[in-house]
């Protein structure tokens, strides 16, 4: 596991004023199939998992190589807010042996990963007609405020003293969620 050595500094800070606190944003769970009748399945799998009507992305430009044409719906995918946000997450990072990598999380704090069969989630049944799908989650973290930079009036820049660092995020999540956070993916030990 990850050393974080101003842990104690960001839980100190946190409970002396509750408006640095961390909290999950928002939750983005997409599949990308490629289109056709893959992609009508896999909005089913995301309906099923989330509760949601999926969205569908729509490829930007023409690759020949893969069959996909400008404009074609070739993904989908959902936005998860407040507890159906946290509730997921928790389900998915289960699915991940609540273990994340360093190399998963940006220079804001968020972070992302993937589970490549949705059948790891727990709760999910496996149904022939569906299939097995791989899905990539991203995940927002930020602190409250963050609403200044996107709202329609006023709109303004977040200060750097409020923006939240990678480890500050890692110690939230790992805190709030008991992940396990390492530099490198552990070596797997197989008995045969």
Same mark, same amino acid.
């Given at each position: 596991?990850?050393?974080?050595?101003?842990?104690?500094?960001?839980?100190?800070?946190?409970?002396?004023?509750?408006?640095?606190?961390? =909290?999950?944003?928002?939750?983005?769970?997409? /599949? &990308?199939?490629?289109?056709?009748?893959?992609?009508?399945?896999? +909005?089913?799998?995301?309906?099923?998992? #989330?509760?949601? /009507?999926? #969205?569908? +992305?729509?490829?930007?430009?023409?690759?020949?190589? =893969?069959?996909?044409?400008?404009?074609?719906?070739?993904?989908?995918?959902?936005?998860?807010?407040?507890?159906?946000?946290?509730? =997921?997450? +928790?389900?998915?990072?289960?699915?991940?042996?609540? /273990?994340?990598?360093?190399?998963?999380?940006?220079d804001d704090g968020n972070f992302a990963f993937g589970i490549s069969e949705?059948?790891?989630?727990?709760?999910?049944?496996?149904?022939?007609?569906?299939?097995?799908?791989?899905?990539?989650?991203?995940? &927002?973290?930020?602190?409250?405020?963050?609403?200044?930079?996107?709202?329609?009036?006023?709109? #303004?820049? /977040?200060?750097?003293?409020?923006?939240?660092?990678?480890e500050e995020s890692m110690a939230f999540i790992a805190e709030r969620f008991?992940?396990?956070?390492?530099?490198?993916?552990?070596?797997?030990?197989?008995?045969?």
């Amino acid at each position: 596991m990850i050393d974080l050595p101003n842990e104690r500094l960001f839980k100190a800070d946190w409970e002396h004023n509750p408006m640095r606190k961390p =909290f999950v944003a928002k939750v983005v769970v997409d /599949i &990308c199939t490629g289109g056709g009748e893959p992609l009508s399945r896999a +909005s089913t799998i995301l309906e099923e998992l #989330t509760g949601q /009507i999926p #969205t569908q +992305s729509r490829a930007r430009q023409t690759v020949r190589d =893969f069959g996909i044409r400008r404009k074609e719906p070739i993904a989908v995918r959902v936005t998860l807010r407040d507890e159906k946000a946290e509730d =997921f997450l +928790s389900r998915a990072l289960q699915a991940k042996e609540k /273990i994340l990598l360093v190399r998963n999380w940006d220079d804001d704090g968020n972070f992302a990963f993937g589970i490549s069969e949705h059948i790891d989630i727990p709760g999910v049944k496996y149904d022939p007609q569906l299939g097995i799908q791989g899905m990539n989650i991203t995940v &927002c973290v930020e602190r409250p405020g963050y609403r200044v930079k996107r709202r329609r009036r006023r709109r #303004t820049k /977040i200060p750097y003293r409020h923006r939240l660092t990678p480890e500050e995020s890692m110690a939230f999540i790992a805190e709030r969620f008991d992940v396990e956070i390492l530099e490198k993916e552990r070596e797997r030990t197989y008995l045969f």
